[in-house]
């Protein structure tokens, strides 16, 4: 016959054990967490940029006109390095190249058919995104859509050549009044 006191003793020891249980099975649950963190950290070097848009060549008469202008040039020998970017620190030195080429692009006699305010506007969107780039990573944010981006305000730069080159506008007549 079962009496209290023994009917004590084994809720006692079944407390002992759950309390006992549910510590081990929180220690593991904690252990395996750590290694999916572990797991993360290792992917987020490496990126994804393989589909990313492709770069827009500017028109003939535009490349021609470049050839006088080497910190342009320099600038799209850096950019193309974007294209070859597989690691966190491969894109971290291809920004601060860029970065450093656009600076002293900013300080270049630019030539005088591509000394207009819409070439330069369109530089300075190529900038913000570049810089966005640097900013997300300084955060740990994902650059994806920021390299997308910058890749596309690079295209509408290069585009921007060619419709300067191809307009046959004369702007200083059309604001003159």
């Known amino acids: 016959m079962i009496t209290n006191g023994t009917k004590n003793l084994y809720f006692s020891i079944m407390k002992k054990l759950l309390v ?23 992917a987020s070097v490496l990126l994804d940029l ?14 021609e006109a470049f050839t006088d202008w080497p910190e342009f040039n320099a600038l799209q020998r850096s950019f193309e390095g974007i294209y070859d970017c597989e690691t ?11 970065i450093e080429k656009e600076k002293l692009l900013i300080e270049s006699d630019y030539p005088e058919i591509f000394d207009r305010e819409d070439i ?6 190529f900038r913000t995104y570049v810089l966005k780039i640097k900013m997300n990573k300084t955060f740990n944010i ?8 910058m890749v596309n305000a690079f295209n509408a730069y290069n585009n921007q050549f060619s419709i300067v080159m191809t307009s046959k506008l004369d702007t200083k007549i059309l604001f003159d009044e």
């Open 142 to 149: 994902n650059p994806r859509e920021a390299v997308i981006e």
């Open 88 to 98: 966190d620190d491969d894109l971290t030195i291809i920004v601060e190249d860029l």
């Open 120 to 125: 330069k506007s369109r530089q300075k969107v």
């Open 50 to 63: 393989k589909k990313i848009p492709k770069k827009v060549e500017p028109s003939a008469a535009a490349i």
């Open 20 to 42: 006992l249980f549910l510590c081990i099975t929180g220690l593991l649950s904690c252990k395996e967490g750590k290694t999916t963190e572990e797991k993360v950290e290792e």
